[in-house]
């Protein structure tokens, strides 16, 4: 089976622009795994998010996961990151 990673880009409530990977299931999905980085890395975890996406999506689930603002990809400063 051929893993399908898209990148997804999408905005904040504040405009910025989030960017993220989607590994998605071939087939129908056993569920969505949302998978969300610590404070000073990003949505790669230093390889041990890549690694565990790719674990999860081979059992069947689609997983996302995203660098928060500020961080890798994202728009924004890491100090004005909330979780609101």
């Known amino acids: 089976m051929e893993e399908r990673e898209e990148r997804i880009q999408f905005r904040s ?35 041990l998010f890549t690694k565990t996406a790719r674990r999860f999506w081979t059992n069947g689930y689609n997983v996302f996961r995203f660098d928060f603002r500020g961080h890798g990809e994202s728009e924004g400063k890491q100090e004005d990151m909330t979780i609101i």
Request: hydrophobic share 35%; charged share 20%; net charge positive.
């Open 13 to 47: 409530v504040y405009g910025l622009k989030l960017y993220g990977i989607l590994h998605k299931s071939a087939i129908k999905p056993n569920g969505n795994i949302l998978m969300l980085h610590g404070i000073t890395v990003d949505r790669n975890e230093e390889g």
